[in-house]
C-alpha cells in the first residue's frame, strides 16, 4: 500500500494547515493548540487503521461489506457511531437545554426505531442480502428494474442527509474553533474520502467505531460531573433544574405573558413539562413515522448488516445498538438538562440558535470554566468527539451513495452483473471518489443554507420509498416488480413535494415581515382576554390551506396592554448616546454587547430584505405554506406501501411469484446466505 | 448462487417450516404492534393529556418524564424478549430445516 502513502500525508497536511487558520472559535486563541493536539491525535489512530484496513481490502465483498467478518458487538457499536450523528448528539443535548422535556421526548423516537429494524429487517436482509438494498429488491424482482429505483432513491436519501451533514459540519467546527467554513467541509471531505477509498467498509467500520467509544466516554464523564453532584439522585437534580433562575427566566421568555401569573418555581417546573418546543402533535406524529420506519429504509444502516457473518450477528449486533443509543440518549437528558443549568439558554443560543453548542459548553464549564486549562482541554475533547462523528457519518452515506452506484448501477444494469472482480473494486473505489468530490462541493455550494430540515426529508423518503419497497418484497407474496418501482417513486417524490409546499421553505413576504419588524417595531397592542384554542374545521384542514378551513389556533392567555415597540436602529441610537454617559465598567460591557447584538440584528435584517427584493413567492410560487406540516410522512409513508400494492396487483410479474418460496424460506432460515470471505 | 438445487417450494410446505413461520409471524406482529402503539402513546399524552403528564409523583419527577424513560425501558425490554425467543427457538428450528434441506422434496 506504499504507493498511497502520499496521499495520507497529503490529506494530514491539509488539515494541519486548515488548523493554522483558524480563527475566532467557542476555543480561546492561547488554548488551541490543545484542539488541534486532540484533533491530530485522532486523525493519526484513523489513519492508521485506514492504511491497516487498506492492505486488507481487494475485493468486492472486502470493500462492500468487511469481509463478512464484524463480530455483533463491533458492528453494533458501528451501527451507533453510523446513527449518533451531530444531529443526534449535539442536536438532541441542544434542544433539551433550550426547550427542557421536549427535547427529551424528541429522542425517544430514534430509539424505537431500532425495534422496527430489529424485528423485521435486519436478519432477512442479512440472509438475503449481499452489498445494497438493491440487491434486496432485485432477489425477486426483476434485477435491473429494482437496482435502477433501489439506486436513484439511495443517492436520493444519502444526499439529502449528506448535505445536512457537511453544512452542519462546517459551521460547527467554525463555532467551535474557528476553522474557516470551505477548509472544514474540504478537511472532513478529504479525510472521509481516505477511509472510504483506501479502506472500504473495514475502516468505514472501525472509525465509527473508534467515534462510538469516545462520544460515549465523553458522555458519560460529562454526566459523572454533572450529576454527580446531586448524589445521582434524579429528583434531587430535576430539583436543582427547578431551582434554578437561568432555566426559570427561559420558561418566562417562551410562555410569553402566560409567566406574568406564574411563580419562579411553577416555571422552573414547567421545563420538565411537554409543550415548549413541539406544538403540533400531528407533526410529531408524522415525524414520529418517519424515524420509526425510516431508519429501517435508511441505506447506510442496512448496508451495516451485510458486514456480519450471520443472522445470529445481526441481531446481536442490533440489540447493542439499541442498548448504546438508548443509554446515550438518557446521558443526553443529563448533558441538556446539566447545560440549562450551568451554562444557560442565553450563552447556548448566542452560539447557536438550535442549541448544537450546548454539549461542548457544558464540558468547557465542567472542566473549569473559559479561562481555565481543564476547561478547554474538555471543550477541545468534545470538539473532536463532534469533528470524528461528523467524519464517521458521512464516510457511512458515501459508502452507500457509492456502493448504489457502482453495484447497481454499473455493474447490475449497465454491465448486466458481468463485471471481473477486480473491475468491480475499481468501480468502487471511483464511485466514492465522485460521490465524496459532490458531497464537499454539496457542502460548499450549500453555504449559509437552512438544512436542517433535510435529516428529517431523509428519514421521510428512506419510510416512504425504501420501506414499503423492502418491507413487502420480504413479507407479501404478491409484491412485485411493477409495485415497488410505482411505490418508491410515488413515495420519494411524494415526500419531496410535500416538502416543497411546506413552512420548512423560505417564504419571502414572511422573511421580510420580520426582517421589517426588527427594523421598523412593532405599534401598540390594546390588552387581550384569553382565547380557547381553536380546533382545524376538519382533518384535512390540520393538514392543507385548503379553501374555506378554519385553521387551528392554540389557546392565548390574556395579555396586557403592550407599548409600541422601538425598531432596531431607533434602539441602536438610543444605546450610542447613552454610552458616554455610563461610567460603571459593567454597564459599558453590557452596553456595548446589546450594540453589537442590536447592528447584528439590523446587518441580518437588511440582508434579509435585500435577499428577497422583488420575490414574492418561494422556490415553488408560493406565497405562503400549502402543506401545514413540517413533516410529510404521515401521508407520503401510506401513500408509499398503498402504491406498492396497488401496483403489484394490477400487473402480474412472473418471476417474482416463481422466486417467493426460495425468498421466504431464505429469509427465514440464512440457507445459502452469503457467507463470510475466506480469510 | 447455485440455489435451485434446492425444492423450495417443497421447504416452504414441509411441516417444520410451516410450524416456524407461523409461531415467528404472530409474535413477531404481536410485538411490532405492541410497540408502536406504546411509543405514539407519548406524543399523544404530551399534546392531548397534559394535565397527566404534569402531575408530580417522585420529587419534580412527573408522570411525563416517568412515562418517556419507560419509553427506553419498554424497548429494551422487547429487544430482550424477541432476542431470547430467537436465540431459544427459531434458531434451532431454522437450523434444523437447513440440516435438512436437501432431503425436503426428494433432493432435486
Known amino acids: 500500500m506504499g504507493r498511497h502513502t502520499p496521499l495520507f500525508l497529503g490529506a494530514a497536511a491539509l488539515l494541519v494547515s486548515g488548523l493554522a487558520f483558524a480563527g475566532a472559535g467557542a476555543v480561546a486563541d492561547e488554548f488551541k493548540w490543545m484542539t488541534f493536539a486532540v484533533f491530530g491525535a485522532i486523525i493519526a489512530i484513523t489513519m492508521y487503521i485506514t492504511y491497516w484496513a487498506a492492505r486488507q481490502t481487494h475485493t468486492t465483498s472486502e ?141 468505514t467500520t472501525w472509525v465509527q467505531i473508534i467515534k462510538a467509544i469516545l462520544l460515549v466516554t465523553a458522555s458519560i464523564l460529562l454526566v459523572m ?170 464516510a457511512g452515506l458515501v459508502l452507500a451513495a457509492a456502493s448504489a452506484m457502482a453495484h447497481d448501477i454499473y455493474v447490475g444494469v449497465i454491465k448486466g452483473d458481468h463485471a471481473s472482480p477486480k473491475e468491480q473494486v475499481v468501480a468502487a473505489r471511483i464511485s466514492s471518489l465522485i460521490v465524496g468530490v459532490l458531497a464537499i462541493y454539496v457542502g460548499i455550494a450549500a453555504e449559509g443554507q437552512n438544512v436542517a430540515h433535510l435529516v428529517a426529508l431523509a428519514f421521510a423518503v428512506a419510510a416512504s420509498s425504501n420501506l414499503p419497497a423492502v418491507f413487502l418484497t420480504l413479507y407479501w407474496k404478491r409484491a412485485n416488480t411493477y409495485g415497488i418501482v410505482l411505490g418508491m417513486l410515488v413515495g420519494a417524490i411524494s415526500a419531496i413535494a410535500l416538502v416543497m409546499i411546506s413552512p420548512n421553505m423560505t417564504y419571502p413576504k414572511a422573511v421580510v415581515k420580520d426582517a421589517m419588524k426588527v427594523l421598523e417595531g ?158 | 448462487m447455485s440455489s435451485s438445487q434446492l425444492d423450495w417450494a417443497a421447504i416452504d410446505q414441509d411441516p417444520r417450516f410451516q410450524a416456524l413461520h407461523k409461531k415467528k409471524t404472530s409474535f413477531l406482529w404481536g410485538l411490532m404492534l405492541f410497540s408502536i402503539v406504546y411509543y405514539f402513546l407519548l406524543p399523544v399524552g404530551a399534546a392531548y393529556f397534559q394535565d397527566l403528564f404534569k402531575i408530580k409523583v417522585w420529587g419534580p419527577v412527573n408522570v411525563g418524564i416517568l412515562f418517556a424513560l419507560s419509553e427506553f425501558i419498554v424497548a429494551w425490554i422487547i429487544a430482550g424478549i424477541y432476542a431470547q425467543r430467537a436465540n431459544r427457538e427459531y434458531d434451532a428450528m431454522a437450523a434444523e430445516i437447513v440440516r435438512d434441506a436437501k432431503n425436503i422434496g426428494g433432493g432435486k
Not at chain 1, 448566542?350 to 482541554?377: C, E, F, H, I
Open chain 1, 522 to 679: 412593532e405599534p401598540a397592542q390594546p390588552a387581550k382576554p384569553a382565547v380557547a384554542a381553536v380546533p382545524a374545521s376538519s382533518f384535512a384542514c390540520e393538514l392543507f390551506a385548503l379553501e374555506g378551513c378554519v385553521k387551528s389556533e392554540p389557546a392565548k392567555h390574556a395579555s396586557p396592554d403592550k407599548p409600541a415597540k422601538p425598531g432596531a436602529p431607533e434602539k441602536l441610537v438610543k444605546l450610542q448616546e447613552k454610552l458616554p454617559t455610563l461610567s460603571d465598567a459593567k454597564e459599558i460591557e453590557t452596553a456595548k454587547k446589546d450594540i453589537a447584538k442590536l447592528e447584528k440584528d439590523i446587518k441580518k435584517a437588511e440582508d434579509d430584505l435585500k435577499k428577497m427584493e422583488g420575490q414574492t413567492a418561494s422556490m415553488v410560487g408560493l406565497e405562503k405554506p400549502f402543506f401545514l406540516l413540517k413533516n410529510p410522512g404521515l401521508i407520503s409513508i401510506p401513500l408509499g406501501f398503498l402504491m406498492v400494492i396497488i401496483g403489484s396487483l394490477l400487473f402480474r410479474d412472473k418471476r417474482a411469484e416463481d422466486m417467493w418460496d426460495e425468498l421466504y424460506v431464505r429469509q427465514n432460515t440464512g440457507i445459502n446466505a452469503e457467507g463470510a470471505s475466506a480469510h
Open chain 1, 225 to 394: 460531573f454533572t450529576w454527580g453532584q446531586y448524589g445521582f439522585s434524579l429528583p434531587g437534580f430535576l430539583q436543582a433544574v427547578v431551582d434554578n433562575p437561568g432555566v426559570q427566566k427561559q420558561v418566562a421568555k417562551l410562555v410569553g405573558d402566560a409567566a406574568l401569573t406564574m411563580t419562579p418555581q411553577e416555571l422552573g417546573q414547567r421545563f420538565l413539562e411537554p409543550g415548549l418546543f413541539l406544538k403540533n402533535p400531528i407533526d410529531q406524529i408524522s415525524l414520529g413515522m418517519a424515524l420509526v420506519l425510516g431508519t429501517a429504509g435508511m441505506p447506510h444502516i442496512l448496508m451495516r448488516f451485510f458486514t456480519v457473518p450471520t443472522a445470529q450477528d445481526a441481531r446481536k449486533s442490533v440489540i447493542w445498538a439499541m442498548a448504546i443509543i438508548g443509554g446515550f440518549y438518557i446521558l443526553t437528558l443529563f448533558l441538556g438538562m446539566g447545560a440549562a443549568m450551568n451554562v444557560g439558554a442565553g450563552p447556548i443560543a448566542a452560539l447557536d440558535k438550535g442549541g448544537n453548542m450546548a454539549a461542548p459548553l457544558l464540558a468547557q464549564y465542567v472542566g473549569g470554566g473559559a479561562d481555565s486549562m481543564l476547561g478547554n482541554l474538555f471543550l477541545a475533547f468534545v470538539s473532536a468527539v463532534a469533528f470524528a462523528t461528523i467524519v464517521a457519518v458521512v
Open chain 1, 63 to 203: 470493500f462492500y461489506a468487511a469481509g463478512r467478518s464484524v463480530t455483533g458487538l463491533q458492528n453494533g457499536w458501528a451501527i451507533a457511531g453510523d446513527y449518533l450523528s451531530a444531529a443526534s448528539f449535539l442536536g438532541i443535548a441542544g434542544l433539551i437545554s433550550l426547550y427542557g422535556y421536549d427535547g427529551f421526548m424528541y429522542s425517544v423516537g430514534w430509539l424505537v426505531a431500532y425495534i422496527t429494524v430489529l424485528l423485521v429487517i435486519a436478519e432477512p436482509c442479512r440472509n438475503i442480502g449481499k452489498y445494497t438494498l438493491g440487491d434486496i429488491l432485485a432477489f425477486r424482482n426483476h434485477p435491473k428494474a429494482s437496482k435502477t429505483v433501489a439506486a436513484l432513491s439511495t443517492i436520493t436519501v444519502s444526499t439529502f442527509y449528506l448535505t445536512a451533514q457537511m453544512v452542519g459540519g462546517g459551521v460547527l467546527i467554525k463555532t467551535l474553533i474557528g476553522i474557516d467554513y470551505h477548509i472544514s467541509v474540504i478537511g472532513v471531505g478529504v479525510l472521509m474520502l481516505a477511509y472510504v477509498v483506501f479502506g472500504g467498509m473495514k475502516a
